[in-house]
């Protein structure tokens, strides 16, 4: 059997300021997100549609922590030979108090 080969996401995730709305629900930008360590000419693509992301807490405060929290897809004619492995790209945004 061969197993398959394990991909991270990498690039920049970024997240937008918000105001206190008593959740963890963060507005992401994936656009600058791709895949790495795929082998050079296979065509694999990755797929983050409907993506999610999270603020580590739901208080107001500056800096704070935002992981994408739902997974990406692979598609492509070579995608049946990875999976993703690591999917929790994070960055910094505002919660602001209401």
Known sequence: DVA?????????????????DGTTN???DTS????????SGDEVLLRLTGATGSFADKDA???KTVTLS???????AD?????????APTTTATITPK
């Open 4 to 20: 398959k080969a394990q991909l991270t996401i990498s690039g920049t995730l970024t997240a937008e300021d918000r105001p206190y």
């Open 26 to 28: 963060a507005t992401i």
């Open 32 to 39: 600058n997100l791709t895949l790495a360590d795929y082998v």
């Open 61 to 63: 405060g500056t800096n």
């Open 70 to 76: 739902t997974s990406g897809s692979l598609d492509g």
């Open 79 to 87: 995608s049946g030979n990875y999976e993703i492995v690591s999917n």
